[in-house]
């Protein structure tokens, strides 16, 4: 859905003790490919957990509109009636995926290699974003898209109506991009192979050899080499989706930050092509643990506990970490703020063209409340003030962008001064619960 009603104020105030246990919603990741996967199979796919946040609710719309059948049972369950790979039928009318950037670029993919023709647009954030890394590859399979200046959305696509496979090796380190080109070769015969330098999230590729493609990743001297033998018959899938770790990353970060925290945040996937930044936090000498560490449906999961950290010291997070804990970096950078010393984050390029440009809304919100701040086109810096030393007090943009709203709103709890952000509505797009989980642990986050 475009745009979203009018901005929502949010002031979050200094507190201690956050305690109790914090039920994350589903994986946003996840949540989108079990409902794309589900269409793009031939009967019913059933999911449990769910993200119910806008962007995945704007996928499931999609998917309405070139032709399954998606419902939602009142306990949350939800049903994929698939019309199978090469199905899609025409949309009757523009896909509008919101916020998204997944949601659009996936959708992209999977409906490159049919003879249809779709329009996407997307919210103010989402039509600022690049999209020509999707249609460059998605136009060797011989799709065409016209969009605006610089491949932004709005935009058309016309798929392939003779796809050919490709062999491509993706130029930046992008999960949405390799799931892009793995969803296009699912309708194009023959082998297509996508290379990537940097492993990114692996779900696409986990969650299609689970409904029965063929796909094989190799590591090798270029890399991950990953090769998908394309017009399988998917057989559709019971999904249970796993708890979000880039929405643990808040109470988590917020436990660490605030005096006498103690917080338990259970069945979190550890998947390590995403669980980067608890690496990093435990480097950083948080008391973050990890218990009940255990296997579910191939992935694994353990229960975080996160206490009050106060001798946290900054560090310098391995360039070739990043891709694992991307999203991560804005609430990563609050909790520098709260560290002793240095914190260097570098290879971060990507952070530029996210929902935001989140080197620049992270740096001016930690600057106007207090922090130091240094960056350079793939690179930032933040000066730790120690624990409990952050001075706050400002109001910060969020930018349409949920990450940066409960980044700053995090920045709060543990801030001299109560810290404001103009609006807190984006962060309904991901963690719509986010207010009340948090309340609940003993945040006092209001509506300005
Ligand atoms: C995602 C991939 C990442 C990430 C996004 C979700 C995905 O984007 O930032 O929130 O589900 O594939 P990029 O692929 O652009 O790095």
């Known amino acids: 859905m475009s745009g ?7 002031i ?16 946003k990741s996840i949540s989108h490919r079990a409902l794309i996967l589900g269409a793009l199979s031939v009967g019913e796919t059933v999911v449990t957990g769910l993200l ?19 419902t939602r049972d009142d306990d949350g369950t939800w049903h994929v009636h698939g019309v199978g790979v090469g199905g899609f039928a025409e949309p009757g009318q523009v896909i509008d995926c919101g916020n998204s950037g997944t949601g659009v670029r996936l959708i992209m993919g999977a409906m490159a290699t049919s003879p249809i023709t779709a329009t996407f647009t997307g919210d103010a954030s989402l039509n600022k974003r690049p999209m020509a890394r999707i249609t460059d590859p998605l136009a060797l399979f011989g799709a ?8 932004r959305l709005p935009m058309t696509i016309t798929g392939a109506a003779d796809p050919v496979p490709v062999r491509y090796t993706v130029p930046v380190p992008s999960a949405q991009v390799k799931s892009a080109v793995l969803l296009a070769g699912l309708n194009a015969p023959g082998r297509t192979v996508v290379i990537e330098a940097e ?3 692996d779900h696409t590729e986990r969650m299609l050899a689970g409904f029965g493609a063929e796909i094989i990743t190799e590591e090798t001297g270029e890399g991950r080499v990953i090769t998908l033998t394309g017009q399988p018959e998917l057989e559709p899938q019971s999904i249970i989706v796993p708890r979000d770790p880039s929405s643990a990353a808040f109470p988590v970060c917020a436990a660490l930050i605030t005096e006498g925290s103690d917080v338990l945040v259970p069945n979190i996937g550890l998947n390590p092509t995403r669980a980067g930044l608890f690496t990093t936090l435990r480097e950083m000498g948080a008391d973050l643990s990890y218990e009940n560490e255990r296997e579910e449906g191939g992935e694994p999961v353990a229960d975080l506990r996160a206490r009050y950290s106060p001798d946290m010291e900054g560090i310098e997070v391995p360039p070739a970490r990043a891709a694992s804990m991307i999203d991560e970096y804005p609430v990563l ?28 809304a992270m740096a001016t919100g930690l ?4 922090v130091s701040v240094e960056d350079g086109p793939d690179w930032w810096t933040v000066e730790g003030r120690g624990a409990g030393g952050v001075p706050g007090g400002a109001t910060c943009a969020s930018h349409l962008d949920h990450r940066i709203a409960m980044s700053f709103l995090v920045m709060g709890m543990a801030a001299k001064k109560p810290v404001s952000v103009d609006d807190g509505g984006p962060i309904a797009t991901s963690f719509p619960i986010f207010e009340a989980l948090m309340g609940g ?4 986050i209001r509506r300005a």
């Open 144 to 151: 065409h898209a016209v969009g605006r200046a610089g491949g």
């Open 333 to 360: 950078s609050v909790v520098a703020g709260f560290a002793r010393g240095m914190t260097v984050m570098r290879g971060v390029k990507e952070l530029r063209v996210k929902e935001s440009d989140r080197i620049e």
């Open 4 to 10: 979203h009603g009018k901005p929502i104020p949010m």
């Open 52 to 70: 119910e946040g806008q962007d995945v609710l704007d996928t499931a719309s999609a998917m309405r509109a070139f032709g399954a059948e998606v």
């Open 441 to 444: 642990l003993g945040a006092d």
């Open 367 to 370: 600057r106007a409340n207090g």
């Open 12 to 27: 979050s105030h200094r507190v201690t003790g956050l305690q109790g246990t914090a039920e994350v919603p589903g994986d």
């Open 199 to 201: 492993a990114t999230r």
